[in-house]
Each structure stands twice: as structure tokens, then as C-alpha cells.
């Protein structure tokens, strides 16, 4: 009995002397509690503030937290496509048209000029066209890619919506290989490869990246309002230019009329025949061009949401429509109609549609079209005869025509009338609808067009000028007579 009292005082003592462990462990629950009660009312508070309207002028850490995987993911797939519409897309298109003995040096003339492109857009291309500078041109804050890494983020055309920088380098790259690209179908099989790179080299320079940041370049929605003047020059006036009616096809089909000019025409142009030598890899490139321009529309929206699966169907249904039209006039024309007809036309809806791709509705997307067919037919089949100038694959024909179409074409389908998207205000934050005027966008668009092809007008015709005068642009009779596969690269594309 003794033992078992001695048993219970000692426990009791024990107990006794941990009573303040005990206190001190409730004590330090109770304060975690508060703690974390507080942080969810500070999460609660934070959200609420968000709720309240976006953040203006966002810090770096905010921008961080507003990036969207599913965005980021829907611009590396558009870059992708984007990639495939210069190779294999526009490589098989023009490969396909031009004659055996000139595949292959077209196949390499478009596959090289992608290749020097990127490094050249990562080097300096990137900062001239996307930094701030002049209203002409950017400066040299991001050259060599300098001051860009993975946590940097890029502004889309939302409020507090970001994706990341490399994201948007990517994209923009693709952009600024394939349109050089373009060009090289008005001149091909006839161009030397060595001053065409220098060419390209310059081009960009000189000709592509200040359109681009003219046209494409803005502080970005969260800022505009605090610098007011930070943007391009024809952004600045309200051009429209959803995915590079200007930037892209204007600016290269120019460049391509004056180059074919100024080189001069194929021997034999007029007197012997030039068909096609492989529809089908013409076919195959154009059904590839079709599907990477999702991408080049689509993904100019640079978010993944319903504007940019408003460009998505736009593009399909504009293309669709303008192949049924040339194929239509070319019925009537000559009684029957071509592949190769079908998918000049399709291009040239491709073309038409890109400008225009985020502001209009899928029906007068339709009727843009089957008109910028129509007007593009027209300079290929009348035009280019009546002129005389070879333009071997219509790359001005198709290019800058459907591009001049589709960019004057913009203010009319972009109106609300018409079930467009008209623009935003991003001189105001957030953003508003800004009141349309379908007159004033017209002019607006003109003056957009009318620069785009005397900065690229002119500024190709010096380039080429000065190229044909030093090294020379022309390889000489015997050389192009042979073929560009043998006498420039030594091998053919076909050995049976």
C-alpha cells in the first residue's frame, strides 16, 4: 500500500513539473494557428485586391505569377508550326514548281536562309525590333539575348497576362525566317547562293526589323499608360496588323518584284517552257503551308483563348474560300480547273487572311477570301504578262497583292458592324473597346501599306544595287543553263 502511494505521489510529481511543457507546447499550437489564420487572411485580402482590377505596372516578381502554362504551351506549338511552314512547307511548295535542274538549289536557298536568319535574330534581330528606341527601330538593351533567361516574361495583349520571354523570342524568330524565304521565289533559278545570303543578311537588318518593330512593337498593356510614347511608329497611328499582312507578305513581295527586276529574266523567259516539274511536292508543301499557318495566325495572339480560336477558324474557312474561287474563275477562264490553280489560291487566302486573322468574323473572312482571289488572279494571269517582268514563282502576285488586299481589307471586316473585333484602348487602364471608324482605319491602313512597300521598295533595291555591283547576283548563261544544282552545290536533287 505504501509502494503504491509512493508510485502515485511520484507520478503526481512528475506531472506535475511537465505542466509547463504542456503550456508552452499549447501555447506555441495556438500561436501557429493565429499565424496561419493570418496568412489566409492576407491570401484572402491579396486576392480580393486582384479582384478589385488588374495590377498596374506590375513588379517583376507579380509578372512572374501571371504567366499561364497553357498559353506558354500553345506558343511553343505555334512556333513549331511556324518553323514547318518554311521547312518542309515553302521549300517542297517552291521546289515543286520550279524546273528539275533548280530543285535542289531551292530546297538549300530556303533551308540556308532559315538557318542564318535565327542566328541573326538572336543576335541583334531581337532587340532592334522588340526594345525600346525610335519609333523606327529598337535599340541594343537585349543584344545577343542579353538581360532575356528563363524568368524573364514577355506582355501579350492583356492585362496582367505574360508569357515567357523565350516563348516569345522563339515565335517571333520563326517570323523573321521564313520571310525572307519568300522572297527567293520571285528570282529563283537565277540567283547565285553566296550574295543571296548577304542579301538576306542585310535585308533583315535594314528592311525587316524595322518594319516589325514599326508595326509589332508597344510597351505592352500594363505600361502604355505610363509611357505613352514607347511603341512603333505605325502602331502608334492604330495600323492593324493581326499576324503580318505588312511585317511578312507586303514587305517580302516587294522586295521580290524588285529583285526579279533588277536580276533580270530567266534565259528563255516568254519562248521556251517552264512547267512545273513536281505538282506533287507542290501539292504536299501547300497542304503543310496551310496547316503551320495556325500557328502564324492562331498564335499571334500569343494566349490561348477564344480570339485566338477565332483566327484559327478564319484562316481555315478564308483559305477554303479562296481556293473554291480560283478555281471558280479558272472554269470560266479556261474551262477546266488546275491543282496548281487551287493552291495559288489557297496561298493567297492564306496571305489575305493573316492581317485580318483576330479582327474578323468567319463569314466576311470568307468573302476576304474569294476577293483577295480574285484581285490576286488577276495580277498573276494579266498583269505580270502585260508587264513582262518574270516573277517565277508570283511571289508579288500572290504575296503582296493578297497581303495589300488583306491589309486595306482589315478595316472593314475588323468594324463591330460586321461582327469584328474592332481594338483596345490601351492608352486607358485596363483596356476598353475604343469607338470605331471604319473611314479613318481605311486611310489608316493605306498609310501602313503605302510605307511598308517604299521601306522595302526602296531599301532592296539599294541592297541589290550594291550586291550586283561588287560580287555579282547572277550566275553567268552557261551556269544557269546547266542548272543552280550542279554548277552552285555539285549535286542534283534527283540521280535516275
Not at 541594343?140 to 538581360?147: C, E, I, M, T, W
Request: glycine share 10%.
Amino acid at each position: 500500500m505504501s509502494k503504491t502511494l509512493k508510485f502515485l505521489g511520484a507520478a503526481g510529481a512528475t506531472m506535475f513539473a511537465a505542466l509547463p511543457a504542456f503550456a508552452q507546447e499549447a501555447a506555441e499550437k495556438a500561436a501557429d494557428g493565429v499565424a496561419t489564420a493570418g496568412a489566409a487572411v492576407a491570401q484572402v485580402a491579396a486576392t480580393a485586391a486582384v479582384a478589385d482590377g488588374p495590377i498596374k505596372a506590375p513588379t517583376v516578381e507579380q509578372m512572374a505569377g501571371m504567366v499561364d502554362k497553357g498559353d506558354t504551351t500553345w506558343m511553343l506549338i505555334s512556333s513549331a508550326l511556324v518553323l514547318l511552314m518554311s521547312v518542309p512547307a515553302l521549300a517542297l511548295f517552291y521546289g515543286g514548281l520550279v524546273r528539275t535542274k533548280n530543285m535542289l538549289s531551292l530546297l538549300m536557298q530556303v533551308f540556308m536562309i532559315v538557318s542564318v536568319a535565327a542566328l541573326v535574330w538572336v543576335s541583334w534581330g531581337y532587340t532592334l525590333a522588340f526594345t525600346s528606341g525610335t519609333p523606327f527601330i529598337g535599340g541594343f538593351s537585349k543584344l545577343f539575348l542579353q538581360g532575356v533567361d528563363a524568368t524573364t516574361v514577355a506582355a501579350t495583349f492583356s492585362n496582367n497576362v505574360y508569357i515567357p520571354e523565350y516563348a516569345f523570342v522563339v515565335f517571333q524568330m520563326t517570323f523573321a525566317c521564313i520571310t525572307p524565304a519568300l522572297i527567293v521565289g520571285a528570282f529563283a533559278e537565277r540567283i547565285k547562293f553566296t550574295p543571296l545570303i548577304l542579301f538576306v543578311v542585310a535585308w533583315l537588318t535594314i528592311v525587316y526589323f524595322p518594319i516589325a518593330h514599326m508595326v509589332w512593337y508597344w510597351a505592352g498593356p500594363d505600361f502604355l499608360v505610363d509611357a505613352p510614347t514607347d511603341m512603333g511608329y505605325l502602331w502608334g497611328i492604330g495600323a492593324l496588323d493581326f499576324a503580318g499582312g505588312t511585317v511578312v507578305h507586303i514587305n517580302a513581295g516587294i522586295a521580290g518584284l524588285v529583285g526579279c527586276i533588277m536580276i533580270g529574266k530567266r534565259i528563255g523567259y516568254g519562248r521556251e517552257a517552264t512547267p512545273p516539274h513536281s505538282m506533287t511536292m507542290t501539292m504536299i508543301g501547300a497542304s503543310l503551308l496551310w496547316v503551320g499557318w495556325f500557328g502564324f495566325n492562331a498564335g499571334s495572339n500569343l494566349e490561348a483563348n477564344g480570339l485566338a480560336a477565332l483566327a484559327f477558324i478564319n484562316t481555315f474557312v478564308a483559305t477554303a474560300a479562296a481556293a473554291v474561287a480560283w478555281c471558280l474563275i479558272e472554269q470560266f477562264h479556261h474551262g477546266k480547273p488546275s491543282l496548281l490553280g487551287a493552291v495559288t489560291g489557297a496561298v493567297a487566302g492564306l496571305v489575305a487572311i493573316t492581317p485580318a486573322s483576330g479582327f474578323a468574323a468567319p463569314m466576311t473572312s470568307i468573302l476576304l477570301g474569294f476577293i483577295a482571289s480574285g484581285v490576286c488572279y488577276v495580277f498573276v494571269a494579266y498583269v505580270k504578262n502585260k508587264l513582262k517582268y518574270d516573277d517565277t514563282l508570283d511571289v508579288f502576285g500572290v504575296h503582296c497583292v493578297g497581303g495589300i488586299v488583306g491589309a486595306i481589307g482589315t478595316a472593314i471586316v475588323a468594324d463591330p458592324s460586321l461582327g469584328g473585333q474592332g481594338w483596345l484602348d490601351y492608352t486607358v487602364f485596363p483596356a476598353v473597346a475604343g469607338e470605331y471608324d471604319m473611314a479613318g482605319q481605311l486611310v489608316t491602313q493605306i498609310k501602313a501599306v503605302v510605307l511598308t512597300l517604299l521601306w522595302s521598295g526602296i531599301g532592296s533595291a539599294v541592297l541589290f544595287f550594291i550586291l550586283d555591283k561588287t560580287i555579282g547576283l547572277r550566275p553567268d548563261a552557261d551556269a544557269e543553263r546547266e542548272g543552280l544544282d550542279i554548277t552552285e552545290h555539285g549535286e542534283r536533287a534527283y540521280n535516275y
